[in-house]
């Protein structure tokens, strides 16, 4: 059955820290990884991930893959309060299922 | 573009009611699905659909029922609620379509606070 194991559970930093979470994936036929943001409600979409190696960046924040180690990671650069939240990440693989790890909880303090 | 509308917001229901949550979507997106929010237990996907007239079973499907007569819609039926069923819920809806649905990301709603007493 395809698990998504992510890392640390949850995290307390200082603003300007910089963080890097982990997600571990075990899957067959695994199609593509990705990670979301949630705050008080829904989740919102950070990054996909298809391809080994290739860095997907979106100020801040950046993600990437090891498809030979089966694990992704999400580093955010000098973080700030409003980065406080629950990170998801998700794997798709042959089943039209997208199936989710339990998060990493991370609280930036001022 | 109001995307993906969940409706109730919150509900309260009695051990062995019925009720329905609503989910519509806007996007003309062929994948949705829905799924329960737990205190350290992520996100669980409970039914899927990769489009109207197609459903299947997710990870905790025991006690929910959908279907899928449009596009649109895709609503969460639970047949005999328990205090077990108590949760937050997410629909969500991908433009992904066919075997290249792990393409497209998923968007959600706001979620449905459901208290089963």
């Known amino acids: 059955e395809d698990k998504v194991v992510q890392s640390p559970l949850s995290l307390v930093v200082h603003e300007g820290d910089t963080v890097t979470l982990n997600c571990s994936y075990e899957v067959t036929n695994f199609r593509s990884l990705l990670w979301y943001k949630q705050e008080k409600k829904a989740p919102t979409f950070l990054f996909m991930l298809?391809?080994?190696?290739i860095e997907k960046k979106s100020g801040r924040l950046s993600s990437i893959l090891d498809k030979k180690e089966l694990f992704s990671i999400l580093n955010i650069t000098a973080t700030q309060t409003g980065d406080s939240a629950v990170y998801l990440c998700a794997e798709t693989s042959g089943t039209y299922k997208y199936i989710f790890g339990t998060g990493t909880r991370l609280k930036v303090l001022a | 573009n109001a995307g993906v509308t969940q409706t109730p917001k919150f509900q309260v229901l009695k051990t062995g009611q019925s009720m329905t949550l609503q989910c519509a979507q806007d996007?003309?997106?062929?994948?949705m699905s829905w799924y329960r929010q737990d205190p350290g237990m992520g996100l669980r996907l409970i039914h899927y659909s990769v489009g109207a007239g197609i459903t299947d079973q997710g990870e905790v499907p025991n006690g929910y029922n959908v279907s899928r007569s449009t596009t649109e819609d895709f609503p969460l039926r639970l047949l005999s609620a328990a205090p077990s069923q108590t949760s937050v819920y997410f629909c969500?809806?991908?433009?992904?379509?066919?075997?290249?649905?792990?393409?497209?990301?998923?968007?959600f709603g706001n979620g449905t606070r459901l208290t089963v007493t």
């Open positions: 969500a809806s991908s433009s992904g379509t066919g075997l290249d649905y792990y393409n497209s990301p998923l968007h």
């Open positions: 996007m003309n997106h062929e994948y």
């Open positions: 298809t391809s080994s190696g």
